[in-house]
């Protein structure tokens, strides 16, 4: 007589937890943002916080969209000004403006942005991933869209759109091809 269970009927102690999860509908959070009053954001998992930033230190000879670094507790970050980055029009800094301290493979950056306007969950089922024609030309950064209320958001794949090696390309086809508010 063998000790070991039959085929299909081991028990794992997860399995209780999975039939449970199986019927219900998976969501992920993202933080909310605009730019230039259009909505955008960022799955939560590679945020690391939300600040207002005072102090900006400028650096010489980088890209227009980088506005300088930051010293964020000892660690020196990047700051993207993501209205730059996208070829929207600059805009002040304002008691709304928000720096978004997003973790990129191993380096940290900072992403100014006009207003953070929330937390939200999303139903995966509800994401539209990007049309073609929006990513084809280096838009890869678009990681879908998902309406929010009667508000159509442009979600952010956060290691496309801040890659070092394709800021330059994020810049080209942003200004190219995103919405523009109307």
Avoid: W
């Avoid at 299909?8 to 399995?15: E, L, N, R, Y």
């Avoid at 998992?45 to 670094?69: A, C, N, R």
């Avoid at 496309?160 to 330059?168: G, S, V």
């Amino acid at each position: 007589m063998s000790s070991a269970p039959s085929s299909g009927t081991a028990f794992h102690p997860h399995d209780k937890e999975r039939a449970a999860n199986a019927g219900r509908k998976t969501s992920s959070q993202f933080v909310g943002f605009q730019l230039a009053g259009q909505d955008y954001a960022f799955r939560i998992e590679q945020i690391q916080e939300i600040v207002i930033l005072d102090k900006i230190t400028k650096t010489p000879q980088v890209p227009d969209y980088v506005e300088g670094v930051c010293n964020l507790r000892g660690s020196i970050i990047p700051i993207i000004n993501l209205r730059k980055l996208f070829g929207l029009e600059p805009k002040p800094v304002d008691r709304e403006t928000r720096t978004i301290v997003v973790n990129v493979g191993q380096r940290t950056m900072g992403c100014t942005v006009d207003l953070v306007s929330q937390v939200m969950r999303i139903p995966e089922e509800t994401i539209q991933p990007a049309p073609e024609t929006v990513t084809s030309n280096g838009a890869g950064y678009i990681a879908g869209f998902a309406r929010q209320n009667d508000r159509l958001l442009i979600l952010l794949n956060i290691d496309e759109l801040l890659d070092p090696a394709k800021l330059d390309q994020v810049s080209q086809s942003a200004s190219a091809e995103l919405p523009r508010p109307t």
